[in-house]
């Protein structure tokens, strides 16, 4: 029996394309997103001739990457347009968090690039929108008495680097940084989420309208119990950055244990202390 869908595909894609429509676009985020993409390339310190980025929004990417040299794109679909062993770089451009399958993805990754290949992926983390959560589902409780998928679970640090791992990357590393944004209510928060794309688009997600009594119980909660200054609130967004490696006989090694031609005691001038 098939698993259930996390994502609604088809609800996805129109969030997407009404972003990119909008007068006002809320793309701050994946803006620094593309930023972070371009500073991490350069740090790599080597020129990639073959380069492909997966994602949504593609004419956003197109545009904000458009220094990159060679880069080619492709949809962030179940099964990848990817041709085996043809890029020695992937960037899986904030759209894994949507993924049924982000094991999946990035074993489909592994298997585009060629040894030494570089895999670069940046998604929201699990500290994203926990106030706006935490908010919803209190309010909605209390008003209907029930809940309902609001909000996507998404994976923490710890999880994701294991999950490099597990689809063969070496070197793998997950690290993130955390940006919180001041709104004036909770409207304001939900309208910038429109903007960027990143409404519910969960295919368990209810299919009627929310009773407005539920979204001012969840601006009333949200006042009290995460409030910035002047009368504003906060909403946090964790990016997490996934980093690894296809094998080459070029990269580091781990030294075999006991190897080691040093003591760590004398390297720190400290005294060792032997166990019993």
Not at 48 to 75: N, Y
Not at 95 to 113: E, I, K, N, T
Not at 168 to 189: C, E, M
Request: contains cysteine; glycine residues 6%; proline residues 6%.
């Amino acid at each position: 029996m098939a698993a259930p869908l996390l994502t609604d595909p088809k609800a996805l894609a129109l969030h997407r394309a009404r972003a990119l429509r909008a007068a006002d676009p809320a793309f701050f985020l994946l803006e620094e997103a593309a930023d972070e993409i371009q500073e991490r390339l350069a740090s790599v310190n080597r020129s990639f001739t073959a380069p492909v980025l997966v994602g949504g929004s593609q004419d956003f990417w197109a545009r904000a990457l458009r220094g990159i040299s060679g880069l080619t794109q492709v949809p962030d679909q179940p099964m990848l347009g990817l041709a085996p062993g043809a890029h020695d770089a992937v960037i899986h451009a904030m759209a894994l968090h949507w993924a049924d399958d982000p094991v999946g993805q990035m074993v489909q990754s592994f298997r585009a690039l060629k040894p030494d290949g570089l895999f670069l992926g940046l998604m929201f983390g699990g500290q994203t929108l926990a106030e706006l959560r935490a908010c919803l589902a209190e309010a909605e409780a209390e008003v209907t008495g029930g809940l309902s998928p609001r909000i996507l679970p998404m994976a923490e640090i710890r999880d994701l680097g294991a999950l490099l791992q597990r689809a063969g990357f070496a070197l793998p590393v997950a690290d993130s940084f955390v940006r919180q944004v001041a709104y004036r209510d909770i409207f304001h928060l939900m309208r910038d989420l429109r903007a960027m794309g990143e409404t519910n688009a969960l295919a368990a997600r209810l299919r009627r309208p929310t009773r407005r009594a539920v979204f001012l119980r969840a601006a009333e909660l949200y006042q009290q119990n995460f409030p910035a200054e002047n009368g504003r609130i906060l909403a946090s967004f964790e990016v997490i950055c996934l980093t690894g490696w296809t094998p080459h006989e070029s990269q580091q090694k781990p030294l075999r244990p006991g190897s080691a031609a040093a003591r760590l005691a004398d390297a720190l001038n400290a005294t060792e202390h032997r166990l019993k």
